[in-house]
């Protein structure tokens, strides 16, 4: 595997994680905090874990990394 292989495959990992950070924050921080649920913050949670999410894979893909699991 290349280099940039690696760091692809890195950055994927880490946009999904991103997501996954984003999503937690937009949606279960609201129900810790005081303050009213807002379902436009939780629509965008989701939205930007949507985004991350296929960027995440669009990155992998396209770096033409193999999954170990192959």
């Known amino acids: 595997m290349k ?3 690696v760091w ?6 880490k946009l999904l994680d991103a ?3 984003a999503l937690g924050a937009l949606i279960f921080g609201q129900l810790v905090s005081g303050r ?3 379902l436009r913050l939780a ?6 874990w949507l985004i991350l999410a ?3 894979f669009l990155v992998v893909l396209l770096s033409g ?3 170990e699991r192959d």
Do not use: C
């Open 3 to 5: 280099p940039w292989q």
């Open 8 to 13: 692809a495959k890195e950055l994927g990992k």
């Open 19 to 21: 997501g996954n950070i």
């Open 36 to 38: 009213p649920f807002s």
């Open 43 to 48: 629509i965008g949670g989701v939205i930007a």
């Open 54 to 56: 296929i960027l995440s």
């Open 65 to 67: 990394v193999k999954d």
